[in-house]
C-alpha cells in the first residue's frame, strides 16, 4: 500500500485504500484518475510523483464519493491543473453539502457530515470539455453512484473505479452503498465484458479475472434482495429492516453506520418495489413494507 506500481507500458497505480490511476505521457506529465480520500494522500501521491520527475496535467474523476475525491482541491491548488468529471457527478464536488444531505435525506447532522462525505468543494470542469488522448476511452458505469465512469488506458488498462469491491469487504457486509441498484445489476454485467483485461477496481487489487469478481459482487446484491425479503416475513418499516441488517451483519452501534444502512435499505426497496416483489402500505400513521402476495 502506498506505492507507485507500473501496471502496462505508460500505466502506472498509486495503491492506498482507494487505488489511483496514473497515465505517463511522453512530457512526464500524467492524467491522475482519481485523488484520494483528503489533503493526506494528495500529498502522497505527489510526493510519488516528484520523485519520478513527473507532473499532473490534469485529474479524471470516477465519481464524487469523498474516497475518491477528497484530495481533488489539494492537487488541483498545488498543482494547476484542471479536474473533469461527468456532469452529474461534478455538482457533488462543487457543492459537497449536497451528497449527505441527499444520504440523510436533508441538512445532515454534523455527526454524519462530519465523518463521511467531507469533500472539500472544488472547481471541476465538464468531462465532455476534456481532449482524451488517442486510445484513452471513458466508459460509464451508473448504479454506485449517479453517473460514475471508468477509463481505458491506451495500455488497455481498465480502471473501473467501485463497479465492483473486494470479496472480503462483500464477506463483512453484502450491502455497501448503492444509489441504483437496477443500474448497479447492469453495470457488473459491463464489465464483465472486460474479462482478460487488466482491471483495476478502486477497492480491489487489479485483476484479469473481473467476470468472478463481478459475479460475487452481483450474488451480494442477491443476497441483500433475499435478506429484506426474508425479514419482510411480517411487515416492517424501512428503519425496522435496518435494525435486522444490523443485527444479522453485527454493525456498530453509530450514527455513520445507522444513516449509510438506512440509505441502503431504501435503495433496495425502490428496486424490489420496481420488480414488483415488495410493496408498501399505510398502518397508524406508519409506512410499512411487505411482500407481495402474487
Sequence with gaps: MFELINLKG?????TMPTNVGVYLNDDDSVYLIDTGVNERSAQKILAALEEKGWSVKAVLLTHAHTDHAGGCR????????????TQAERVFVEYPDLEPAMVYG?????????KVMNTPACSVHDISEFEFPQGFEMFHLPGHFADMVGFRTPDEVYFVADAAIAEETLQRSPMSYIFDVERHYETLEKIKAFQGELCVPSHAQPTRDIASLADKNARALDRVGEDILEFLSSPKTAEELAECF???WQLPEDFVHYVMTCSGVRAYLTYLRHRGVAEYFFEDNRMLWKKTTS
Excluded at 505508460?10 to 498509486?14: I, Q, R
Excluded at 489539494?74 to 468529471?85: D, L
Excluded at 436533508?106 to 462530519?114: A, L
Design 246 to 248: 444490523a443485527r444479522r
Design 10 to 14: 505508460n500505466t502506472y497505480c498509486y
Design 74 to 85: 489539494y492537487i488541483v491548488e498545488a498543482t494547476g491543473c484542471k479536474a473533469y468529471a
Design 106 to 114: 436533508t441538512f445532515p447532522c454534523k455527526d454524519f457530515r462530519g
